[in-house]
T-cell receptor
Framework: GIQVEQSPPDLILQEGANSTLRCNFS?????LQWFHQNPWGQLINLFY?????KQNGRLSATTVATERYSLLYISSSQTTDSGVYFC?????????WGAGTKLIIKP | DSGVTQTPKHLITATGQRVTLRCSPR?????VYWYQQSLDQGLQFLIQ???????AKGNILERFSAQQFPDLHSELNLSSLELGDSALYFC????????????FGPGTRLTVT
């Protein structure tokens, strides 16, 4: 089955810093999503991005489908950005999840 | 707010008991998915329904079952509960059966004591 790897596993930054999170996947996919799980456990959709580039405020994402990776950029980090960022790709009728990147933003 | 609702938000029960988790998809979505997230782990797919019919099964235990009703809401039934069933249970919905964006509910946190 499809393998999804995320890096780095942990990231600690000061408020205001920028960061890049990476997601590698082992096979071609028609669906790739980025999620933020906040410290209360809520999963928030960030991007649906099987290919191309999208931006939403301080966040942007790029997926290069031919090279099987996706990047999530967070600029001018805020403490509310803390949590775990998951990349998930669609296998057979299900999302297959990476292990996540745990992001801590210090004030 | 994703538009997907789940009840209850929290559930505490004893080993051996049975519980039912409920999910209402976003308006217009026909697919419902159930996922389990154990402590500090990623999400594991359990099962998918599309317009009332089971479409895909993941690592769902035999003690667990689900269904999707004509009004498209779904229920996940967990029986003979064990300590290891303690987890966050998420429901997601999408418009179609595959390759569509999935939207997640707030989850039900189940604690088995």
């Amino acid at each position: 089955g499809i393998q999804v790897e995320q890096s780095p596993p942990d990231l600690i930054l000061q408020e205001g810093a920028n960061s890049t999170l990476r997601c590698n996947f082992s096979d071609s996919v028609n669906n790739l999503q980025w999620f933020h799980q906040n410290p209360w456990g809520q999963l928030i959709n960030l991007f649906y991005i099987p290919s191309g580039t999208k931006q939403n405020g301080r966040l942007s994402a790029t997926t290069v489908a031919t090279e099987r990776y996706s990047l999530l950029y967070i600029s001018s980090s805020q403490t509310t950005d803390s949590g775990v960022y998951f990349c998930a790709v669609e296998g057979v009728y299900q999302l297959i999840w990476g292990a996540g990147t745990k992001l801590i933003i210090k004030p | 707010d994703s538009g997907v609702t789940q009840t209850p938000k929290h559930l505490i029960t004893a080993t051996g008991q049975r519980v039912t988790l409920r999910c209402s998809p976003r308006s217009g979505d026909l697919s419902v998915y159930w996922y389990q997230q154990s402590l500090d782990q990623g999400l594991q797919f359990l099962i998918q329904y599309y317009n009332g019919e089971e479409r895909a099964k993941g690592n769902i235990l035999e003690r667990f079952s689900a269904q999707q009703f004509p009004d498209l809401h779904s229920e996940l039934n967990l029986s003979s509960l064990e300590l290891g069933d303690s987890a966050l249970y998420f429901c997601a919905s999408s418009v179609g059966v595959a390759d569509y964006e999935q939207y997640f509910g707030p989850g039900t946190r189940l604690t088995v004591t």
